[in-house]
Nanobody
Framework: QVQLVESGGGLVQPGGSLRLSCAAS????????MSWYRQAPGKERELVAS????????NYADSVKGRFTISRDNAKNTVYLQMNSLKPEDTAVYYC??????????WGQGTQVTVSS
């Protein structure tokens, strides 16, 4: 069964850090473009960060550059999003996705991140 399961979300104060995890099953992440998206209430889903298959390159939204880092552990079939210096505007549901030209896009169920004092 193909599945993406996000974890690591929660409530954090401004300036704090969280690390999100995306555990994949039923397929091998090293063959996919792995990405993190987020969707805040009343807003469209937006790309936060992505990493090409085999981790050759990464891409970040301007709003998170220098604060967020995407990485993957192919041995654990897991992708991470390290989020530092969090701001209230980072509050959203964060989704993990896996894309290939053959199978299209797979989505996880999302994990809530709330940045508030």
């Amino acid at each position: 069964q193909v599945q993406l399961v996000e974890s690591g979300g929660g409530l954090v104060q401004p300036g704090g850090s969280l690390r999100l995890s995306c555990a994949a099953s039923g397929f091998t992440v090293s063959f996919y473009v792995m990405s993190w998206y987020r969707q805040a209430p009343g807003k469209e889903r937006e790309l936060v960060a992505s990493t090409t298959s085999r981790g050759g390159s990464t891409n970040y939204a301007d709003s998170v550059k220098g604060r967020f880092t995407i990485s993957r552990d192919n041995a654990k079939n897991t992708v991470y999003l390290q989020m530092n210096s969090l701001k209230p505007e980072d509050t959203a549901v964060y989704y993990c996705s896996a894309f290939s030209t053959i199978t299209g896009t797979k989505w996880g169920q999302g994990t809530q991140v709330t940045v508030s004092s």
